[in-house]
Structures are given as C-alpha cells and as structure tokens.
C-alpha cells in the first residue's frame, strides 16, 4: 500500500499546473512498474467526471506507446536483441530437416549400402543444425521476457481501463486469462512474441526430458552395465535428433531381453522366437520377467559385444531401424550375452 499511496500524493494537481500533471501521469502510464501505473489510474480517476475525456485520450496514447515497445522488443534492437530470434531459425531450419529425413529412416531401403550410408550422412545434418538449436535454447532471456512481460501487463490494464467508458465492450465478460488472449489477438507483434516464446519453452522442456531420461538410465544400479548404458545414450541422441522422445531403461524389461540373449547363446539357436517353454514371444517373455507395460518391438544381434557395433547393425537393417526410431515407445529394454544382444522397446 505505501508504494501505491506515494506516488498518488506526487501525482495529485496540488499547485495547480495541470499540464504537469498530465506529463507526467502518461510518463507514468508508459512505465513497465506497475506501481506507477496503478498510481496514475487512481489518481485520474480521483479527478472526476470532467477529467474522463482527458483520461480516455491519455490511455489511448499510453496504449500505443506499449505497443510500440514491444514491436521495438521484436525488431530486436541493437542494444536489446531479440532471444527467440535466434531460435526461431535454428528451430525453423531443424523442423524441415526433420520432415524431410524422418520418411527417409522409416523407408524400406533394402539394406542397400548406399543407402544407409545416404542415411548416416542425414543424421549428420541433423546433428550440425540440433547443435544451432542447443546453443540458441541457452541464450538467458530472463531481461527480455521482463521487459516484454511489462509492455503486455500495461495492455491488459490498459485495456480494463478503457472498458469505463465503452460499456458495449466485447472484454467485458473476459476474465483475464482469456483478455491476455483478446489483447495479443489484436497485435500482431505481441502475439508473434508469445508464439516464439512457446516454441523456445517447447524445445527447453524438450531438451530437459531427454536429459532426465539420460540422467535416469545413468543412475541405475547394479542390473544394468555400462555397455547396456552406453547403448541407450547413443540410441537416444539420435531419437533426439529426429525429435522422438526418449527411451527410459525398465530393469523388468532388460530382464526379459537378457534371458532372450542367453537362451540364443546357450541353446544355439537366433530367432524372435524361443524354444523354451513359456518364452515363446517376446511378448511372452516381457510377461514373464514382470514388465507391466505394452512390449512394442524387439531387435535380436549377434556379432560384437560393443553398444555402436549393435546400433550400427540394427540401423543398417530397415525393420530393426523402424523398431529403434519409432514414435510411440518410451521404455526400453536392453540384455547382453557375450556377442548375443536383445533389444526390446514399450510403452509403461
């Protein structure tokens, strides 16, 4: 109260010189401290009905001049640039990419060398523009967002104001969620500003799950080995890329694929299906290690006890890559037996 109730003493017209009052109540109400603003609002108001005309104009004007500010804020002065700016291209030029390459991992090449190596050589690109995008996504928009925050709360009150003397006005009945929406309909700028931070949030919480998945199948104890941690970063980094989300390891899930990789290396046998009783499908087997969840594809490897060497070969076989670069799983499974892998995705 005492910072609303001092600047409505400085701004009252005590000696008379209303010219002054009136620069500096609209000095006021082009200000981004609400406190000011307010002042200014209650102050006007305490001038009567004669002062209204005068008021109306003075928020008229006051709006323009945030919205000014912020088409400013977007055009990204010199000594203020625009964050999202960045971003938006990064962000931008990944999306194509992505749209362009993902039908190219999802199509049956045959397991044409040429193909594949088409396939790695896009991967590639991808990762040169996610590392743009990473690096525009650290950019501190902590000063920008504050400026830009105060423009638009001064158009929400602003607006509220200029409701007194438009008693047809379509915001009447908004509550403020929804005027936020009304104001930024109706300026181009802000609301461009608001989809650029939206996008800029999106690709943060987008990084930050990858993160945490990456930090989660790290943390695990003593049922997964660095070999089954390593697999699961590398195939992770690259769903990253093609805008998947990550794959969390299930210890349940690496149970059922680990006794599926020693069964292939004890019995002497290399198929998706098992002799031994009550393991015959993978689903069989998810069932039966405790996964509670949908088991959504399994990949079968036989050759070098080294996670690259795995993914490499399941990346070069069109179906095991569509298991590995699919949209719906979040669960992963991962067991090793000597030179005999099984990897087994769901969905918890």
Known sequence: MKLLLLPLLLLMPVFGDQAAFLRKAEQWMASTEASKRQAAYRTWLQMGPEAM???????????????????????GPRNRPNPYAGHELSDDALRVERERILPLIRTDWKKEPKQIAMLRDEMATLDDLHKELERSAKVDTTDFDQAVEGHLEALFEIHRELERFDPEADSRDLDDDELRE???????????????????????????????????????????????????????RERLLLGLQPLRMDEKLSDAARGHSEDMA????????????????????????????????????????????????????????????????D?????????????MTGRK
């Open 53 to 75: 005309p005068k008021y109306e104009t003075s928020l008229e004007r006051a709006r323009r001049y945030h919205q000014d500010a912020i088409d400013k804020l977007a055009a």
């Open 331 to 343: 669960t992963l499974g991962v067991g090793i037996s000597g030179r005999h892998w099984t990897m």
């Open 266 to 329: 004890r019995l002497g046998f290399f198929a998706h299906e098992s002799p031994v009783p009550g393991k015959k499908t993978p689903w069989d087997r998810a069932k039966k290690a405790g996964f509670e969840g949908r088991g959504t594809g399994e990949n079968i490897y036989m050759g070098s006890p080294e996670a690259q060497a795995a993914y490499d070969a399941w990346f070069a076989s069109d179906g095991h890559r569509f298991i590995m670069h699919a949209a719906g799983p």
């Open 182 to 236: 009304y104001v930024l309909e109706d300026h181009l700028e802000a609301s461009h500003l608001e989809e650029l931070r939206r996008r800029f949030e999106q690709t943060r919480e987008f990084l930050a799950a990858h993160e945490a998945a990456k930090e989660s199948n790290a943390g695990h104890g003593n049922w997964a080995s660095g070999t089954m941690k390593t697999f699961a970063e590398i195939l992770n």
